[in-house]
């Protein structure tokens, strides 16, 4: 049964930092792309960053230069390591592996 469990959303102020993990497990992860979307309240999820099996790394023009996506294929872990956050990067942040996607985890950018 694949399962994926994310953590380390919360609060930040602004200018901060964050780091999301998101470990798989009952999947070959190495084989799949991987990466994270986020949805905020009244808005439609979109794609924050994105890592083929090849190990290319795509970013949303919103997230590039201050977020970066990492995977470690041994570990089966996405990792988005998040800086310089703005509220408007508040949302919930869901991982995905292949086709399989995490619950999500809240992250809240707040002074």
Known sequence: QVQLVESGGGLAQPGG?????????GIIFRIYNVGWYRQAPGKQREVVAA?????????????KGRFTLSRDNAKKTVILQMNSVKPEDTAVYYCYVGTAWGRGTQVIVSS
């Open 17 to 25: 930092s964050l780091r999301l993990s998101c470990t798989s497990s």
């Open 51 to 63: 890592s083929s099996s090849g190990g290319t790394t795509n970013y949303a023009d919103s997230v």
